[in-house]
């Protein structure tokens, strides 16, 4: 079965430390993965995408995930965190019928 | 251009009661899709709708849970009779049909129900 596993539930930063969340991914071939990014009370926004080509792929807000498709893993990575970064993180994939697999989230909390 | 708007943003209600969500995607977005978030986890996928019609209810509880897209735009998410279980968030998200590798989802901000 299609899968995604997001292994740590809560990660706490300091302000300015960097930041690095797991992804592994489950599926019969290489999905389109994603990470999304959900603050209290809003909905998901997406951070970055990864369909194919560079397995280093940017996104907004300074983040970027590295595809490493012997680990089966997209993690999500940024240098530097700002105490606006504490929310809550999803993993994601899809195959072609774009039916999207969510992790269960990783809550990130940041300390300044 | 305005984004998924979604309401109410927050309902509680007592079990074996009924309950709507209502859902207005981004114009012109012809895929529209229910998600429920329980505490915890990541959104499941309840329905897809593809202009008016289904495209995949599998996992919808179709015993208490309904879904319409009349017309093709708006849509409503129901649920009669309540449950404890189906306290969670309840997400609206839409996509293009353009021809493209993947048609992004965009999200709503989400419906909290409280059932006690």
């Known amino acids: 079965a299609q899968s995604v596993t997001q292994p740590d539930i809560h990660i706490t930063v300091s302000e300015g430390a960097s930041l690095e969340l797991r992804c592994n991914y489950s599926?019969?071939?290489?999905?389109?993965l994603f990470w999304y990014v959900q603050s209290p009370g809003q909905g998901l926004q997406l951070l970055l995408k990864y369909f194919s080509g560079d397995t280093l792929v940017q996104g907004i807000k300074g983040f970027e995930a590295e595809f490493k498709r012997s680990q089966s893993s997209f993690n999500l990575r940024k240098p530097s965190v700002h105490w606006s970064d504490a929310a809550e993180y999803f993993c994601a994939a899809a195959g072609t019928a774009s039916k999207l697999t969510f992790g269960t989230g990783t809550r990130l909390q940041v300390t300044l | 251009e305005a984004g998924v708007a979604q309401s109410p943003r927050y309902k509680i209600i007592e079990k074996r009661q009924s309950v709507a969500f209502w859902c207005n995607p981004i114009s012109g977005h012809a895929t529209l899709y229910w998600y429920q978030q329980i505490l915890g986890q990541g959104p499941k996928l309840l329905i897809q709708?593809?202009?008016?019609?289904?495209?995949?209810d599998s996992q919808l509880p179709k015993d208490r849970f309904s879904a319409e897209r009349l017309k093709g735009v708006d849509s409503t998410l129901k649920i009669q009779p309540a449950k404890l279980e189906d306290s969670a968030v309840y997400l609206c998200?839409?996509?293009?049909?353009?021809?493209?590798?993947?048609?992004?989802?965009?999200f709503g901000p989400g419906t909290r129900l409280t059932v006690l």
């Open positions: 709708f593809q202009n008016n019609g289904v495209v995949d």
């Open positions: 599926y019969g071939a290489t999905p389109y």
């Open positions: 998200a839409s996509s293009s049909t353009a021809k493209s590798t993947y048609n992004e989802q965009f």
